[in-house]
């Protein structure tokens, strides 16, 4: 395996370990049901692909290949919309709270780059579509990391949008 590539599943790698460890920080110190519940969500989702990243690179030095197992997007809209469910009473937003979701964004947001940029300069298609799988997974969580977001500052507004998010993914 060349350098570069050696440098990116190490990037991937900490990139998600960074994630799992500020959602553990804010699902440990909120006091909003509803964030504890959905960043502690994420914290393992995070754990999952840093393992995937770290099984996939030492099978790719074995030359073997894996399938790539964490969270597809139905699951995690499914995780949303029971957690919706379970809290459909407004609950307070903390500064704290609305502090960790902007960051949690812009941590997702900042993975799908690197992913996507390392998928660009990829030229093998099995590391091209671990590459993917990663993006897809960031994009999600990012969907999730907004959608729980507005629930939180007006369930009312935001049951109106849900029904759609959860029928057309969008």
Known sequence: MN????????T???FELKGKKIYEDTSNNTKNPIVAKTFRYLADQ?????NEIKEYKEKLDQGISIEVRSDAPEET???FSMTVEEFKEKTEL???DEAAHK?????????YDFYKEQHEKATD????????FLMTQENTHFELIQKAFEFIKDPA??????????VDGG
């Open 77 to 79: 809209k499914r995780f």
């Open 12 to 14: 991937a790698y900490e």
């Open 3 to 10: 350098e570069e590539l050696k440098e990116t599943f190490q």
């Open 94 to 96: 903390s500064d704290d």
């Open 46 to 50: 995070e754990q999952l692909h840093a």
């Open 125 to 132: 298609e099995k590391i091209k579509k671990f590459l993917k």
């Open 103 to 111: 960051v949690a964004l812009e941590l997702e947001q900042n993975a």
């Open 157 to 166: 507004a935001f049951y109106a949008e849900e029904e759609k998010w959860t």
